[in-house]
Structure formats: structure tokens, C-alpha cells
């Protein structure tokens, strides 16, 4: 009887640590998703909004360049669909520019975001570097490297 009662509450156990690791997995990423579907509702107001004039910077795409974490650790998907929600939001002077136009407002953001702290990023803090910025098809595309700030 005893080993049974024991096997029971293994089993319970067992179950209860499977079921949490899935619980997890389905939170991380409906967060994902959540993240994915603002930020395409986002680009769909803004083409809307430039839809007929073709010289201006419609929408603004971050890629992420990151350094190695200390332990070979990478950002997950959360973190960089957050960062780079964060700099779209920071770049967004630029939406509704001259693509012809737009030298001297890079130069400014260049300046203005370069070692970029950014904090509370789901509880760590991260520094920006923009590396490369391009105007391609109205998309105003950025390159940035980030960094995760030691806690001190």
C-alpha cells in the first residue's frame, strides 16, 4: 500500500512539473505572439497613413546584432521583440520624413541613441549601439548592437 501511495505522489509530481514546464512554453509564447501582432498593427496604421506618397519613410525595422551574453547566453525572442519594439518607438521621428531628406535627423538620432540605455527590460538592463541605418523602400532599416549592462 505504501508504494503505491508513493507512486501516486511521483506520479503527481511528475505530472505537475511537465504540466508547469508547458504552462511556460504557452506563456512565452503567447507573449511572442501578443509582441508579433502589435507591432504588425502598428506598421498597417503607419502604410495606411503614407499609403499615397511614396517619398517618405513609411515604416521603421530594428535588427538586433547582439553580443555574446557572459555563460554563451542569447536573448530570447521576448527580449528582442521588446528591444526592438523600444527602438521602433525611439525612431519613430523619422516616419513621415523625405527619404531625400533624412541626413541630417540620422546624424541627430545617431547621437542621441548611441549607448542607448534601456531599462527593465523584463527585469535586466540593455545598451544600445546603432551601427548602420538604411532607407530602402520607404523602410527606414536599422542595425543595432546590444548589450546586456552588468547588475551592480
Sequence with gaps: MGVFVLGIVVGAAVFNGIYHYQLDALYQQI??????IDEKQQEIRQLNRFKDNHTVIQTIQAYIEEEKLPGGLELDARTQTELKKRITTDLGIF???????????????????????????????Y??????????????KAWVQVK?????
Design 148 to 152: 546586456r549592462v552588468a547588475p551592480s
Design 95 to 125: 516616419i513621415g520624413r523625405s527619404i531625400y531628406e533624412i541626413d541630417s535627423e540620422a546624424k541627430m538620432a545617431r547621437v542621441l541613441l548611441d549607448r542607448k540605455l534601456y531599462l527593465d527590460v523584463f527585469d535586466k538592463d
Design 127 to 140: 545598451t544600445i549601439q546603432i551601427k548602420t541605418m538604411l532607407v530602402v523602400d520607404n523602410q527606414l
Design 31 to 36: 507573449g511572442e505572439l501578443g509582441s508579433s
